[in-house]
């Protein structure tokens, strides 16, 4: 079954204490994302990545950080997490051609953030 | 830049009875892609459906269907005959050919109460 897994679904930290959120995806998928959703604001992307080694920011790279050491994977670092980091994030993969030809998108289930 | 305004907010109706999200678009590509997602109250994003720009046919899935119109920049998104399970939020997306960011318009709440 093709699926984005997001982990943990569910935290709540401290400020400025250094979390990962992984997420992995089984369709060997070029292009993810990563997006975060607020109360009025609907999802704004942070970061994406075309493919291994190939990251670039997003709207709203501030405070974030990736990596994609491996195709399947791209996790999302709070090096120092914020309260307004207090978020809904969702990772997303597509096909590479389907980045440039709009394809389908597939989210993750979302990750609960809450920075105390 | 590409923008996508989901100006209802928030939307309650009756079981069965039929509604409308709107969704109108900007952009100045030629080539682009929208889309439809479900937001149920558990949280994940469902795909609904994507339109080309190059494609202006309406389409309809069961109780849903689309209307793209190019001249007016609008993806409206109508559900006959509601039911409770239709209640979660609702976002237009855009995607212009060759980037790669998803613009999402900030969300149609819609409550379908019995």
């Known amino acids: 079954e093709a699926q984005v897994t997001q982990n943990p679904r569910y935290l709540i930290t401290v400020t400025g204490k250094k979390l990962t959120v992984t997420c992995s995806q089984n369709m060997n998928h070029e292009y993810m994302s990563w997006y975060r959703q607020d109360p009025g604001l609907g999802l704004r992307q942070i970061y994406y990545?075309?493919?291994?080694?190939?990251?670039d920011k997003g709207d709203v790279p501030e405070g974030y950080k990736v990596s994609r050491k491996e195709k399947r994977n791209f996790p999302l670092i709070l090096e120092s997490p914020s309260p307004n980091q207090t978020s809904l994030y969702f990772c997303a993969s597509s096909s590479r051609t389907g980045a440039i030809s709009g394809n389908t998108i597939y989210f993750g289930e979302g990750s609960w953030l809450t920075v105390v | 830049a590409q923008k996508v305004t989901q100006a209802q907010t928030e939307i309650s109706v009756v079981e069965k009875e039929d509604v409308t999200l709107d969704c109108v678009y900007e952009t100045r590509d030629t080539t682009y892609y929208l889309f439809w997602y479900k937001q149920p109250p558990s949280g994940e994003l469902v795909f609904l459906i994507r339109r080309n720009s190059f494609d202006e046919q309406n389409e309809i899935s069961g109780r849903y269907s689309w209307n793209f119109q190019k001249s007016t920049s609008s993806f409206n998104f109508t559900i006959t005959a509601s039911q409770v399970v239709d209640s979660a939020v609702y976002f237009c997306a855009l995607r212009v050919s060759g980037y790669s960011t998803l613009t999402f318009g900030k969300g149609t709440m819609l409550l379908v109460s019995p």
């Open positions: 990545s075309m493919n291994v080694e190939v990251t």
